[in-house]
């Protein structure tokens, strides 16, 4: 049992390393990319105790290069979930009734063993296996996902502090226990750091977890696993499996001991799941908690007072970096007609200086897309607006996945603000541009807000106050993160928590105190010291 009242430790960002020429940082980074490259995993799931290894092996690759095999999975069939979950429940006792303070521990080391002994392998895997650049696999797996343990630290911390007031006679005590349960967190190819934080936060609160990541990002969530092990996490707690999507769903929708999910992926997916936790809601012992960061439309809108260099800089790195595929890259923008010439000519300059390829050559800005399939999506989306009149192919549009799934970083001209590209999220490198009449502003703010079913993120340029006090008020609804003059990508884990509301989800603000209150049910106790023993109130007295 606890003993006293325990500060944790006051966390700071983690440092991002430059990975600059003459580096030993860099040097680091590339040897273990030979080591990772050279090797060839053998990668199970972790179920209690057990390593567990199948008969069906599917191989892990790398989208730059899809015929090199960076290992292999072992896929699980439905007795790996039934054992998942029977092994969390099994763990959950011993697990919640931890003091708070021994579970904090285990994920402080986990951030100081991620942000040295295993670093690199962190990096490495995003960068071979999801086909991040160094630097985006810094910021990511690394720097993200050692802020999301410190900071869910100490904002656990601020959660258990918070306690009611007492009156005379009685003591006010307030419990915030785990979820009466098990969580289930379906997590994202395009984010190591989110992949280990939907997990780790609930587990974090107390909670037992199942674990599903993308098939495109269990090669690092193999690493993030090894790192949570040797940090103390007791066997069952979090439970990592690598099954086929919808059977999973069937099973973990279907227990009643299902009290939550944490996910991040599509809003169809997340549709899907909501309706078929609606449809057993009289199967389970408790209302689960539904908590979803799901898809973007992403936007930049410039005012005629913006600068355009800054505009153009925006508008490159929120759409291209990670390929745009990321759920708050930039996908339509709005550009006054008196800035077009002049942004146009700085975004022409930037891309015919960008290179693309493989992760491994650290002067590639743009690597390849995830996988085939989303390959062709993106390629589709290409092929169409080549074809219409009602656009034109402004920069890029080509595409080759004969060794890597590679798109150029594209930008479409569009005559209408609702062309299928201003409307869809394609996610990918692909950003359309309407030009509009400078005068009309606000009309075209509007433009913006009722455009997308989606809210995530968004980003407005200007230099004028009154062009930003409006942009603010009339899209206060369009957004969950609203970027000033800035890109609408690179959320800070306790600077801006990150989630967005409309068909991009729950809004629950992954990286600050919000959303790990969703895995807390809290339990109110008053203790009285002397009890009374008339039922008489004084009222009642002639």
């Known amino acids: 049992m606890s003993t006293g009242f325990f500060n944790v430790p006051k966390p700071q960002n983690e440092p991002i390393n430059s990975y600059a020429p003459n580096t030993p940082q860099r040097e680091a980074l590339k040897a273990k990319l030979a080591e990772m490259r050279n090797s060839v995993a053998d990668v199970p799931m972790y179920i209690g105790s057990k390593e567990v290894r199948t008969n069906k092996k599917l191989p892990l690759t790398c989208p730059h290069d899809h015929q090199h095999i960076l290992g292999y999975y072992h896929e699980g069939d439905e007795s790996h979930v039934h054992q998942a979950i029977a092994t969390s429940l099994a763990a959950r006792e011993q697990w919640a009734n931890l003091p708070w ?7 402080l080391k986990a951030a100081d063993l991620s942000a040295t002994k295993y670093r690199m392998e962190l990096n490495a895997s995003t960068m071979l296996g999801q086909s991040k650049n160094a630097y985006q696999a810094e910021i990511d797996s690394a720097c993200e996902w050692i802020d999301f343990l410190r900071f869910n630290a100490h904002f656990a911390s601020q ?10 006679g009685v003591w006010n005590r307030l419990e915030h226990r785990p979820l009466e349960g098990f969580v289930f967190a379906v997590t994202p190819f395009n984010f190591t750091a989110i992949a280990g934080n939907l997990p780790a936060s609930a587990a974090l609160m107390g909670n037992v977890v199942v674990w599903k990541p993308s098939p495109q990002q269990i090669y690092s969530a193999n690493v993030l696993m090894k790192v949570l092990k040797e940090a103390g996490l007791p066997d069952g707690v979090i439970n990592l499996i690598y099954t086929d999507g919808p059977m999973t769903g069937d099973i973990v929708f279907k227990h009643p001991q299902f009290a939550g999910v944490h996910f991040t992926g599509s809003t169809k997916v997340f549709q899907h799941i909501w309706k078929t936790i609606g449809e057993n809601i009289h199967l389970y012992k408790t209302y689960p908690r539904i908590v979803g960061e799901t898809g973007g439309k992403d936007f930049i809108i410039a005012h005629k007072s913006a600068d355009p260099k800054a505009l153009a800089v925006g508008l490159v790195r929120g759409a291209f970096e990670y390929q745009g595929q990321k759920c708050s890259a930039a996908s339509r923008a709005y550009i006054p007609s008196n800035l077009w010439k002049e942004t146009s000519e700085y975004v022409t300059q930037f891309l015919n200086e960008i290179k693309m390829g493989g992760t491994e050559d650290f002067s590639n800005f743009v690597n390849a897309v995830i996988d085939e399939k989303a390959f062709d999506k993106i390629a589709n989306y290409i092929q169409q607006a080549k074809a219409s009149d009602k656009v034109e192919i402004f920069a890029g549009g080509n595409f080759d ?3 890597g799934y590679f798109i150029e970083p594209t930008i479409i001209l569009t005559q209408d603000p609702r062309y299928t590209t201003m409307c869809e999220e394609i996610f990918g490198p692909v950003l359309t541009i309407y030009v509009y009449d400078e005068d009309k502003y606000e009309e075209t703010l509007e433009l913006v807000d009722s455009t997308s079913e989606y809210a995530l993120t968004g980003a407005v340029f200007s230099q004028d106050r009154y062009a930003l006090e409006i942009a603010n008020k009339k899209l206060v609804n369009a957004a969950g993160n609203f970027y000033i003059n800035d890109k609408p990508t690179g959320a800070v884990v306790g600077q801006q928590p990150f989630g967005g509301a409309r068909a991009s989800g729950t809004n629950d603000k992954a990286g600050s105190m919000l959303n790990l ?6 339990r109110t106790i008053k203790e009285t010291f002397v009890s009374p023993v008339d039922y008489k109130y004084p009222f009642l007295s002639e």
């Open 517 to 522: 209150l969703r895995w807390v049910s809290p």
């Open 101 to 107: 303070e021994n579970r904090v521990a285990i994920f």
């Open 159 to 168: 959660i258990y502090a918070q306690q009611p007031e007492s009156s005379d």
């Open 401 to 403: 996945k004969s060794k």
